[in-house]
C-alpha cells in the first residue's frame, strides 16, 4: 500500500491516489462479512401435521429459518436438515427447533430441539457444535462432529428412553434439570431413565426409544404406540343431541301390545245369563243365652221346690 501511495510528480493525480489509497485502507479494517447459513430445516406440509414459527412456505414445504415448530398427525415426518440429514417427528408428537445463538456467527450453529412428549428419531451429521436436546426432566447433548443416529422417547410418568446404537456412534451426555449429575450413553447402549430420574437407570431397556411400530394386522401385538401415548386409545364417541335424546325417548315410551291369534271360525257369543233377584240380607238375632246356674243356687232351687210342693 506505501509503494503505491507515494507523492507522484502532479498535484492533481497526487490528490486522487490518496482518496483512493484512504478509501482502500478503510474497507481493509472493515471485517468480513458472516457466510449466509441458509434455513435449519425443510418440513413438507401434510394436511394431518401442523408447522409454525419463522418460516416460508414454497412448493409444499416449509422453510424454518431459525426457529420453528413441527407437529406430527397420526403418521411421522421427515424433517430435512439442509447439508446434515433428516429428523423424523414420529406421530402425535411435537417437536420445537431452533439454531444455537451461542456461537459465532462465521460458524455453523447447533441444533436446540424441545420435546415435551413423543419420540424423534435423528438421522444426520453432527458439526463442530454440539447440538441439544431439553425434556421436561433432562438436557441431551448431542456431540459432534460425527454420524448421528440417536432416538429418544418420553413415557408417562416421565420415563425417558435414549438409544445410541452403533459403534462408532456420537458422545451423548444426559444431565438432569433437577436432580443434577449426568449419565453418558455409551455407543450401542439403550437407557431407560424411569421416572425422569437419573437415579432408576435401566441400562438394557427392551422396548425400542424411537416411532413405535404399527401393530400387525392379524395379531395380538401390544400396541406399543398407545402405550406410549402417541396414538389415541379410542375415538372419541360423539355426544347425542337432543332431538336424538327425545326420539329415544319416544321409542321407549312406546306401550307394547300383545294380540291374542284369532281362531279359525268365530264361536256366537254365549247367551246372557237370566238376571238374579236381588238377595236380601236377613239380620239374624241370635238366640239368648242360657242362664248358667251356679252350685248354690242349684241347691237353693232343689229346697224350693221341695218346700213348695209340702205347701200345695
Same mark, same amino acid.
Do not use: W
Given at each position: ?13 497526487? @490528490? ?9 485502507? #478503510? ?9 449466509? !447459513? ?12 401442523? *408447522? ?13 429459518? $431459525? ?21 423424523? &417427528? ?12 451461542? *456461537?459465532?456467527?462465521?460458524? $455453523? ?46 413415557? =408417562? ?17 444426559? #444431565? #438432569?434439570?433437577?436432580?443434577? /449429575?449426568?449419565?453418558? &450413553? ?11 430420574? !437419573? ?14 411400530? @404399527?401393530?400387525?394386522?392379524? $395379531? ?20 347425542? $343431541? ?14 307394547? *301390545? ?10 256366537? =257369543? ?23 246356674? /251356679?252350685?248354690?243356687?242349684? *241347691? ?13
Amino acid at each position: 500500500m506505501k509503494h503505491y501511495c507515494r507523492r507522484p510528480a502532479g498535484p492533481l493525480l497526487f @490528490a486522487l491516489l490518496q482518496a483512493a489509497c484512504i478509501r482502500g485502507a #478503510s474497507l481493509a479494517q472493515q471485517p468480513a462479512a458472516p457466510p449466509q !447459513l441458509g434455513p435449519i430445516a425443510i418440513v413438507p406440509i401434510d394436511a394431518s401435521g401442523s *408447522v409454525s414459527g419463522a418460516l416460508q412456505v414454497s412448493d409444499g414445504k416449509a422453510v424454518i429459518a $431459525t426457529t420453528g415448530t413441527v407437529t406430527s398427525g397420526p403418521s411421522p415426518t421427515d424433517v430435512i436438515l439442509p447439508r446434515r440429514g433428516t429428523l423424523r &417427528v414420529c406421530a402425535s408428537t411435537t417437536v420445537k427447533l431452533a439454531a444455537d445463538s451461542s *456461537v459465532p456467527s462465521d460458524e $455453523t450453529p447447533g441444533l436446540m430441539m424441545a420435546l415435551d412428549h413423543g419420540a424423534i428419531e435423528a438421522s444426520y451429521a453432527a458439526g463442530r457444535n454440539s447440538d441439544v436436546l431439553l425434556t421436561p426432566d433432562f438436557r441431551i447433548l448431542i456431540g459432534g462432529p460425527g454420524a448421528v443416529d440417536v432416538k429418544v422417547r418420553l413415557g =408417562p410418568h416421565g420415563d425417558t428412553c435414549v438409544d445410541n446404537p452403533g459403534v462408532n456412534a456420537p458422545y451423548v451426555l444426559v #444431565s #438432569s434439570v433437577f436432580e443434577g /449429575g449426568a449419565y453418558r &450413553v455409551q455407543p450401542g447402549q439403550r437407557v431407560m431413565f424411569q421416572h425422569g430420574s !437419573l437415579q432408576e437407570v435401566v441400562d438394557q431397556e427392551k422396548e425400542p426409544c424411537g416411532c413405535p411400530p @404399527a401393530p400387525r394386522p392379524g $395379531t395380538n401385538d401390544f400396541p406399543l404406540a398407545q402405550s406410549a401415548g402417541l396414538s389415541p386409545l379410542a375415538p372419541a364417541v360423539k355426544p347425542s $343431541t337432543p332431538a336424538e335424546n327425545s326420539a329415544a325417548r319416544a321409542a321407549i315410551d312406546v306401550p307394547l *301390545v300383545y294380540e291374542a291369534p284369532k281362531p279359525a271360525e268365530s264361536a256366537p =257369543p254365549p247367551a246372557a245369563a237370566p238376571p238374579q233377584p236381588a238377595t236380601q240380607v236377613a239380620k239374624l238375632t241370635p238366640p239368648p243365652a242360657k242362664k248358667h246356674h /251356679g252350685f248354690f243356687q242349684k *241347691v237353693g232351687i232343689f229346697f224350693r221346690r221341695i218346700f213348695g210342693a209340702d205347701q200345695s
